[in-house]
């Protein structure tokens, strides 16, 4: 009988190791080329941009109406034809100045109302009732007094951009600071630290995810505002960047030239995105262990 337990465990040990060693080796199996490239989010967000690009040659080829809706290839031609002549580029980096000068400026000013609010009970109140009085109003419609009080000059585009940057910076860095655990407040008090030393070294870390989510709206929030903008300060100036560009083409309609311009506003919302920020997250939110 002993030796049949015995005969038993010695089978089922067999099978036991031969259960593992084929996990094993199915974890352990080589992932195809494919499987490698499909894993690799730039990949497929390029093959999603390709399909996107083929979609749009497709259809503009089967409504042939350039005045409507021009093909990829003309559209690529004339942004190049206009890249050449420095048309572009000069038109870009104008608007590119104009939003940092506005965007920079936002965040620091959402910085300090929310250092104040933080420290605060009255600051907390002065930030809530701000943010509600003026997140929801669009920047836009802050132009025509922006011309008025500052004139035809990037001053009133740059306070419009402030509008759009502040609001939604401050209220997500507000309410990342809030959602800092109380034993994360705990340490710091303990260690001593007041003012902005406890800010920078424990809130800011334990919110930054709320903090990088501000920054991203934020952004978003200022390039549409600033493309819209200068249609209007275009038109009044004689003068501007993309938005002018795409406003003065549509008036000559050589929609192509619109088209161009309206890809190369796409293009540089990409690239800010996908290496501005992914790269602050990589070296932030992935290194503190704090990304989800």
């Known amino acids: 009988m002993s030796q049949a337990r015995i005969l038993m465990h010695t089978v089922a040990d067999a099978a036991s190791h031969t259960d593992?060693?084929?996990?094993?080796?199915?974890?352990?199996?080589?992932?195809?080329l494919a499987e490698r490239l499909w894993g690799n989010g730039?990949?497929?967000?390029?093959?999603?941009?390709?399909?996107?690009?083929?979609?749009?040659?497709?259809?503009?080829?089967?409504l042939d109406n350039a005045l409507l809706f021009p093909t990829l290839t003309d559209t690529l031609t004339t942004m190049m034809e206009r890249i050449e002549d420095g048309t572009l580029p000069a038109r870009a980096l104008t608007s590119v100045k104009v939003?940092?000068?506005?965007?920079?400026?936002?965040?620091?000013?959402?910085a300090a109302l929310t250092m104040?609010?933080?420290?605060?009970?009255?600051?907390?109140?002065?930030?809530e009732t701000m943010t509600a009085m003026f997140n929801p109003l669009p920047a836009i419609a802050l132009l025509p007094l922006a011309l008025i009080w500052f004139g035809?000059?990037?001053?009133?585009?740059?306070?419009?951009l402030i509008h759009s940057v502040?609001?939604?910076?401050?209220?997500?860095?507000?309410?990342?600071?809030?959602?800092?655990?109380?034993?994360?407040?705990?340490v710091?008090?303990?260690?001593?630290?007041?003012?902005?030393?406890?800010?920078?070294?424990?809130?800011?870390?334990?919110?930054?995810?709320?903090?990088?989510?501000?920054l991203k709206i934020g952004w978003a929030f200022?390039?549409?505002?600033?493309?819209?903008?200068?249609?209007?300060?275009g038109v009044s100036s004689g003068q501007g960047g993309l938005g002018w560009f795409i406003f003065e083409n549509r008036n000559l309609l050589d929609i192509p030239a619109v088209f161009a311009g309206l890809l190369t506003v796409i293009i540089i919302g990409l690239i800010v995105e996908n290496l501005v920020f992914r790269t602050i997250e990589r070296r932030t939110l992935q290194r503190w262990g704090v990304h989800n």
């Not at 084929?22 to 992932?31: I, Y």
């Not at 200022?222 to 209007?232: D, H, M, N, P, Y």
């Open 20 to 32: 593992n060693h084929a996990a094993e080796s199915a974890v352990e199996r080589q992932l195809s």
């Open 42 to 62: 730039a990949v497929r967000k390029t093959l999603l941009i390709l399909v996107l690009a083929l979609l749009w040659q497709v259809y503009a080829t089967i």
């Open 99 to 110: 939003l940092l000068m506005g965007y920079v400026a936002g965040i620091l000013l959402a």
């Open 116 to 127: 104040v609010a933080i420290n605060t009970q009255v600051g907390t109140d002065f930030l």
């Open 152 to 160: 035809l000059g990037n001053g009133s585009l740059v306070f419009v």
């Open 166 to 186: 502040l609001w939604a910076v401050a209220l997500n860095t507000h309410s990342g600071f809030l959602g800092v655990s109380r034993t994360l407040r705990m």
């Open 188 to 214: 710091g008090r303990n260690y001593g630290l007041k003012g902005f030393r406890y800010v920078a070294m424990i809130l800011i870390p334990a919110a930054f995810p709320s903090i990088l989510t501000g």
């Open 222 to 233: 200022a390039w549409r505002t600033l493309i819209a903008a200068e249609l209007v300060f």
